[in-house]
Protein backbone atom coordinates (compact mmCIF):
# COMPACT_ATOMS: atom_id res chain seq x y z
CA UNK A 1 0.00 0.00 0.00
CA UNK A 2 2.72 2.61 0.80
CA UNK A 3 4.45 1.74 -2.69
CA UNK A 4 0.89 2.60 -4.16
CA UNK A 5 0.66 6.02 -2.22
CA UNK A 6 4.60 6.43 -3.09
CA UNK A 7 3.82 6.29 -7.02
CA UNK A 8 0.55 8.52 -6.68
CA UNK A 9 2.74 11.03 -5.05
CA UNK A 10 5.24 10.41 -7.35
CA UNK A 11 3.23 10.56 -10.26
CA UNK A 12 1.06 13.54 -9.41
CA UNK A 13 4.46 15.83 -8.25
CA UNK A 14 5.62 14.91 -12.20
CA UNK A 15 2.42 15.85 -13.87
CA UNK A 16 2.75 19.25 -11.47
CA UNK A 17 5.98 19.39 -12.47
CA UNK A 18 5.25 18.75 -16.15
CA UNK A 19 2.57 21.46 -16.43
CA UNK A 20 4.23 24.11 -14.69
CA UNK A 21 7.58 23.90 -17.26
CA UNK A 22 5.13 24.10 -20.14
CA UNK A 23 3.41 27.01 -18.45
CA UNK A 24 6.20 28.87 -17.74
CA UNK A 25 8.03 28.19 -21.85
CA UNK A 26 4.91 29.71 -22.94
CA UNK A 27 5.03 32.66 -21.13
CA UNK A 28 8.35 33.27 -21.55
CA UNK A 29 8.07 32.43 -25.55
CA UNK A 30 5.29 34.91 -25.59
CA UNK A 31 7.56 37.57 -23.91
CA UNK A 32 9.98 37.06 -26.64
CA UNK A 33 7.86 37.63 -29.54
CA UNK A 34 6.53 40.48 -27.39
CA UNK A 35 9.85 42.04 -26.77
CA UNK A 36 10.87 41.37 -30.18
CA UNK A 37 7.95 43.03 -31.81
CA UNK A 38 8.40 45.99 -29.16
CA UNK A 39 11.90 46.74 -30.46
CA UNK A 40 11.00 46.98 -33.62
CA UNK A 41 7.70 49.07 -33.54
CA UNK A 42 10.35 51.28 -31.66
CA UNK A 43 13.00 51.48 -34.26
CA UNK A 44 10.33 52.20 -36.80
CA UNK A 45 8.57 54.67 -34.77
CA UNK A 46 12.29 56.19 -33.84
CA UNK A 47 12.78 56.51 -37.98
CA UNK A 48 9.35 57.82 -38.56
CA UNK A 49 9.98 60.59 -36.10
CA UNK A 50 13.07 61.42 -37.04
CA UNK A 51 12.04 61.41 -40.87
CA UNK A 52 8.96 63.85 -40.20
CA UNK A 53 11.37 66.18 -38.26
CA UNK A 54 13.76 66.00 -41.10
CA UNK A 55 10.67 66.63 -43.29
CA UNK A 56 9.67 69.98 -41.22
CA UNK A 57 13.41 71.09 -40.94
CA UNK A 58 13.76 70.64 -44.53
CA UNK A 59 10.62 72.54 -45.69
CA UNK A 60 11.52 75.16 -42.93
CA UNK A 61 14.68 75.59 -44.61
CA UNK A 62 13.59 75.92 -48.17
CA UNK A 63 14.79 72.52 -49.39
CA UNK A 64 12.96 70.50 -51.24
CA UNK A 65 11.53 67.35 -49.26
CA UNK A 66 9.89 64.84 -51.12
CA UNK A 67 12.42 62.14 -50.12
CA UNK A 68 12.08 62.79 -47.19
CA UNK A 69 7.93 62.36 -47.27
CA UNK A 70 8.32 58.96 -49.62
CA UNK A 71 10.31 57.85 -46.68
CA UNK A 72 7.73 58.54 -44.34
CA UNK A 73 4.88 57.15 -46.36
CA UNK A 74 7.23 54.18 -46.45
CA UNK A 75 7.74 54.05 -42.51
CA UNK A 76 4.29 54.13 -42.28
CA UNK A 77 3.30 51.23 -44.37
CA UNK A 78 5.65 49.27 -42.42
CA UNK A 79 3.91 50.15 -38.87
CA UNK A 80 0.69 49.17 -40.14
CA UNK A 81 2.17 45.66 -39.94
CA UNK A 82 3.34 46.16 -36.19
CA UNK A 83 1.51 48.90 -35.01
CA UNK A 84 -1.98 48.93 -33.68
CA UNK A 85 -5.11 50.74 -34.62
CA UNK A 86 -3.65 54.02 -33.14
CA UNK A 87 -0.53 53.84 -34.25
CA UNK A 88 -1.61 53.45 -37.64
CA UNK A 89 -3.88 55.71 -37.80
CA UNK A 90 -1.60 58.11 -35.80
CA UNK A 91 1.46 57.99 -38.34
CA UNK A 92 -1.25 57.92 -41.58
CA UNK A 93 -2.58 61.77 -40.26
CA UNK A 94 1.71 62.54 -39.74
CA UNK A 95 1.84 61.33 -43.36
CA UNK A 96 -1.40 63.23 -44.78
CA UNK A 97 0.33 66.77 -43.03
CA UNK A 98 3.41 66.00 -43.95
CA UNK A 99 1.91 66.69 -47.74
CA UNK A 100 0.51 69.81 -46.44
CA UNK A 101 3.51 71.16 -45.06
CA UNK A 102 5.48 70.19 -48.25
CA UNK A 103 3.16 71.41 -50.55
CA UNK A 104 3.55 74.50 -49.13
CA UNK A 105 5.73 77.77 -50.45
CA UNK A 106 5.70 79.57 -46.95
CA UNK A 107 4.89 77.53 -43.88
CA UNK A 108 2.35 78.89 -41.45
CA UNK A 109 1.93 78.81 -38.47
CA UNK A 110 -0.89 76.53 -38.59
CA UNK A 111 -0.02 74.12 -40.62
CA UNK A 112 3.27 73.59 -38.79
CA UNK A 113 1.43 73.45 -35.60
CA UNK A 114 -1.01 71.22 -37.09
CA UNK A 115 1.54 69.37 -38.13
CA UNK A 116 3.88 68.91 -35.12
CA UNK A 117 0.35 68.33 -33.41
CA UNK A 118 -0.16 65.14 -35.61
CA UNK A 119 3.36 63.96 -34.65
CA UNK A 120 2.85 64.20 -31.14
CA UNK A 121 0.01 62.09 -31.23
CA UNK A 122 2.17 59.77 -32.75
CA UNK A 123 4.40 59.60 -29.92
CA UNK A 124 2.08 59.26 -27.61
CA UNK A 125 0.17 56.00 -29.30
CA UNK A 126 3.58 54.57 -29.44
CA UNK A 127 4.54 55.06 -26.06
CA UNK A 128 0.64 53.58 -24.92
CA UNK A 129 1.36 50.23 -27.55
CA UNK A 130 5.54 50.18 -26.03
CA UNK A 131 3.75 50.19 -22.51
CA UNK A 132 5.70 53.69 -21.23
CA UNK A 133 4.75 54.69 -18.34
CA UNK A 134 2.54 58.15 -18.47
CA UNK A 135 2.54 57.52 -22.16
CA UNK A 136 0.81 61.39 -22.76
CA UNK A 137 3.50 62.96 -20.74
CA UNK A 138 5.47 64.17 -24.01
CA UNK A 139 7.39 67.45 -24.11
CA UNK A 140 5.81 69.40 -27.10
CA UNK A 141 7.97 72.56 -26.55
CA UNK A 142 10.96 73.16 -29.56
CA UNK A 143 13.88 73.80 -27.76
CA UNK A 144 14.31 77.39 -27.27
CA UNK A 145 10.45 78.18 -26.86
CA UNK A 146 8.69 78.86 -23.62
Known sequence: MDLLAFLGTAAAGAIIGFVAKVVIEYLGRRHQVRTRWDA????????????GRYLLNHVEAGVPADAELDRLRAISEQLRLIGNADVQQT??????HGYSVRSSKTLSRPKRDTYLASLDSFYIACRRQLRV??????DRLEPGEK
Open 91 to 96: SRTVVH
Open 40 to 51: ELLRLSIDFSKT
Open 133 to 138: PKPTDV
